[in-house]
């Protein structure tokens, strides 16, 4: 029998407590796998322990073998690169510099300016504090009389009124008796020959006239219809009919005539008023054109209305003739007269002052 065989029958001869714990008992694991897995990690760290070292060596090889120049090259591209905006920071720093020069130095000018401005001021409050002498109050005096001559001139066109003016400068100015004023008194006396050749016009005078023709309008007759008296008529023959009979009783009514063109029909008495108003409207258009120097508007409102008064007002009435008469008269002014220029005796005067 074989040990095998002896070792079973030895073990089914054992009681059965005795077999109990050994059934109990757990199974050792195979020690065969961890040394497996293992093996494993440490060929895998290896394998990139020396890819690593591979990287690293070529990486070291391409950077100071076979390209040793290429860091400083890049730095020199980079910088080369940077050339062209040095240049434009430098360009625009430069004309920032050349900005803010010219900046200062307006700057400089304009205080200059002020203060010179001030110095003038004062200079000028200075010499106004002191009282004024005789002569320039007379000065002063003849440029208020020049000032209102070219007023009335230029404004109102009173041209009577400008040659008193520039005689009462004149006047003054021949009591100060000095020489250097002989420039102004050329002036003036060249500015009254002026005026004196022209044909002045009352404004105020031709505005009064066409007031008093309005105040008249009232009083004016106006033209009314004049009846004929009827003639012998030729006694008509007996009608033979009906309709002949009413025939020539309705002409014993009604008279039929036949005018021209040139005559115009009379006004109804309700629109005498609008006449009137229409009259007056003219002639306050006239009133306004005179005073605004308008010729054309003035001229056209004066004949409007003289047309009126020759068509719709008796024409033999003595009223209505003065009436259109006053309006031929105002018909023949002249409103728009070229007038002379009269500034120069004023500008050698301001010249004189201040140069004095």
Known sequence: MSMDEDTAVAAETESPDEQEPQASKPEP???DRPKKGGRLLGGFALLLALAALGGAGYLYYELIYKKPMAPLEDRIGGLEASLPSLGRDLTEL???????????????????????????SALNDVSSKAPPSPREWKLAEVEYLLR?????????RDVDAAVKLLSAADAILLEIDDFALYQIRAALADEMLALSGVRGNDVQGIYLRLEAVKGRLVDLPVDLPQYL???ARVEPPVPANFWQALRSELSSYLELRRFDGSTKPLLAPEEAVYLELNLRLMLERAQLAALRRQQLVYEQSLATARDWLGDFLEAENPEVQQVVGELDALLGVQLDQQLPDISGSLSALLSVRRGG
């Open 29 to 31: 694991s195979k020690p």
């Open 94 to 120: 430069q004309q920032a510099q050349v900005a803010s020069l010219e900046r200062l130095g307006e700057e400089q000018r304009d205080s200059l300016a002020e203060a010179r401005e001030s110095m003038i």
């Open 148 to 156: 209102i001559a070219n007023h009335r001139v230029l404004m109102e």
């Open 229 to 231: 008296s009827r003639t």
